[in-house]
């Protein structure tokens, strides 16, 4: 009766002690009568042994994977020579079957595996996330999030919860995902940006951990049409600060994560090889990264102006050398990132590659492009992971970027106010949580980093 009901990760501290344990039949085997049961129940994994009394009154063929079971029996530290998750294993002398799974017949348990065809898994993620390897990445993924949220009231920015319904585009109209409100147009959004902004006066520094919302015709490995979208806005700053805290965020992150031993032990499942980031980070502004893609051969294919590629002669794709004002594509930013080999920030992007918000950077008479305030951080494996700017903080200025947007001004009366009523100078940025559990966890898509991805179906593209 005294029996203490306890989770896998508690067990320690309850060694030689009668417990109780519910979870679910991760792997099984048995010999010579004796059964081998590795239980899970989500915080770890404990090994349990059942023989004599238990087999009385069922045998081995009524326990199979995946069901769930009670476990009731005393906690022993494993002989000498033997090892066990938490260096103990439970001898087991009561147990039930809480809910039987179908076993060897099913198509999880005897079908399903990390290798099995990608749209089979996406059918069955609701199965795939009780194996080891998925369950670890989103086990990280929580640790993840509260290191980031760490890390920002650590330096006093203060968590928000923007709205997703929303009437105003951030990244550009092609994107939206567009819904039916109450008989008015809406969005879900793309970015909590502008919201962010108000609440500077307000508030001081803000963060919000939000979902944005992307309708993206890309069939890529880092792009998902719903993401967790970790967004910060400053007040007070300069481009320089602005950068400086974007590499401290993922350093320090990463350092903290490292410095737990249960997220430093997912890590190390996940991606043995995983060292932390040197700081400080390379910065290289656009123009510098242009001169460089073509001192390295990396070419883009060439588009007529519909921006249709054109092929050669031959048929092939016709790959011609990057100029001053090419938008920098993914292959061609995979390159560059697997070159350099560590975290990099492009900065100053030419104004017509960049949303509307985004501050100029003051150009002589006549010149013919204007640069902006804005970075994208690309880290090895996946690219660009975190994209930043500081904003237009004039009232003027930010008109005249509508119109040349052909932005209709009238749903951002709010945003626009925010540059009548007290201006300053500001800057914040947007990071892919999918994108940064990627790298940290060596995954090969940002889909295998969400719990339930979103993304555009083949058969749509
Ligand atoms: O570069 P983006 O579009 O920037 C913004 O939305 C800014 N308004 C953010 C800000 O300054 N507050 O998106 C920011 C980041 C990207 O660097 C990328 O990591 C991620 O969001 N991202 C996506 N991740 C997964 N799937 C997609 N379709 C993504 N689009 C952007
Ligand atoms: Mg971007």
């Known amino acids: 009766p005294s029996t203490k ?66 476990l009731a029996g005393t906690l022993q530290v494993v002989p000498e020579g033997k090892t066990a998750p938490g260096g103990h294993e439970l001898i087991v002398d009561y147990w039930k079957v809480v809910g039987a799974a179908p076993g060897a017949d099913d198509a999880f348990t005897n079908r399903l595996n990390e290798k099995s065809d990608p749209s089979i898994q996406a059918d069955l993620r609701h199965l795939v996330i009780r194996g ?36 105003t585009q951030v990244e550009g ?17 793309q970015s909590s940006q502008l919201y962010l902004e108000t609440c500077l006066p307000s508030l001081g520094d ?26 910060a806005e400053l007040a007070f700053l300069s481009f320089e600060d602005l950068m400086d805290h974007i590499e401290a965020v993922t350093c320090e992150t990463v350092d903290q994560l490292l410095a737990n031993p249960v997220s430093a032990g997912l890590i190390q499942q996940l991606n043995p090889g995983f060292k932390a980031p040197e700081r400080p980070f390379k910065r290289m502004s656009y123009f510098d990264a242009i001169a460089w893609l073509v001192e390295h051969g990396i070419k883009r294919a060439a588009e007529d102006a519909e921006g249709n590629v054109i092929l050669d002669e031959s048929g092939q794709v016709k790959m011609v050398d990057h100029i001053v004002g090419d938008d920098i594509a993914e292959a061609a930013e995979r390159q560059m990132t697997d070159i350099i080999g560590t975290p990099v920030f492009l900065h100053s992007f030419p104004a017509e590659l960049k949303a509307f918000y985004m501050k100029k950077i003051p150009a002589e008479e006549g010149a013919k492009t204007v640069y902006t305030e804005s970075c994208d951080l690309l880290i090895p494996n996946v690219g660009e992971v975190v994209g930043g700017s500081m904003r237009i903080s004039d009232v003027e200025e930010l008109l005249a970027a509508y119109k040349r947007e052909g932005i209709d001004p009238a749903p951002y009366y709010w945003f626009t106010d925010q540059r009548k009523y007290g201006t300053c100078e500001h800057g914040g940025y947007g990071l892919g949580v999918e994108r940064f559990l990627a790298w940290l966890a060596n995954r090969f898509t940002v889909r295998e980093c969400s719990l339930y991805p979103r993304f555009v179906p083949l058969s749509f593209v």
Request: hydrophobic share 40%.
């Open 173 to 189: 109209g092609a994107t939206l995902f567009s819904l039916n409100y109450y008989g008015q147009p809406a969005y879900l959004t």
């Open 5 to 70: 009901k306890a989770k896998i990760s508690q067990l320690s501290e309850l060694r030689s002690q009668r417990v109780r344990v519910f979870g679910w039949v991760h792997r099984l085997r048995s010999q010579k009568g004796i059964i081998f049961l590795v239980l899970r129940d989500g915080t770890g994994y404990l090994q349990t042994v059942l023989s004599g009394v238990v087999s009385q009154t069922y045998d081995a063929l009524t326990l199979t994977l995946e069901s769930s079971v009670e």
């Open 206 to 231: 803000v963060f919000c951990v939000q979902e944005s919302f992307r309708a993206e015709n890309s069939h890529t490995r880092r792009h998902l049409s719903e993401y967790t979208h970790l967004e």
């Open 132 to 167: 080891e390897t998925a369950s670890s990445v989103l086990r990280l993924r929580a640790h993840l999030l509260s290191a980031f949220r760490d890390f920002l009231v650590r330096h006093h920015l203060l968590e928000v919860t923007p709205p997703c319904l929303v009437q």
